[in-house]
């Protein structure tokens, strides 16, 4: 990459570049040189962007946490097993897997990352917040029943489609979540 050419959106090319190589390598092929060689960029350009690549990282998944999509926001519409499957589908498919197993591997970046938000498994914390509170708002609707445990629910939901989606050598389907989701709900 000749230098002075100028980059729009460097942040949102490394990211991008970042979650290729984690979905198609692992996280154990993540570095800092497969990143920048994934995006075409020089190796400086992450470094002119951000302190050190832990800290890349941590960007990265507060970036992909603040993309997942607001759940609770379409309670009382749609059946509610579909828009389950939609979101945890969504969530699942997608990078979210690689980055629980990236966040397991590295240590820094746990550390980066309870520093930056607190406690818990980053990513997958927050999609058990949204269908928790998906699930609250539903069944405040009356589309749930009253009786229903939403903590259990949301964590039987959330680990059950994490499992599903773990093998990333073994694509899930919308089918064999919609069963699970199917099977859990009340």
Known sequence: MPTGVHIQDARAQLFDAAERVLL???????TSRAVTTEAGVAKGVLHRHFADFDGFLTELVLDRIARLPDLPAIAGRGAVADNLTEFLTSVF????????ALITFRDDLRRHLRAARGPGIPLATEAAALVRAYLAAERDLGRLPASVDIDALGLTLIGGSHLLFADRQAESSADAVRRMVVTVLP
């Open 24 to 30: 198609r390598e692992g996280p154990h092929a993540l």
């Open 93 to 100: 498919s997608s990078v979210a897997v690689g980055i629980v």
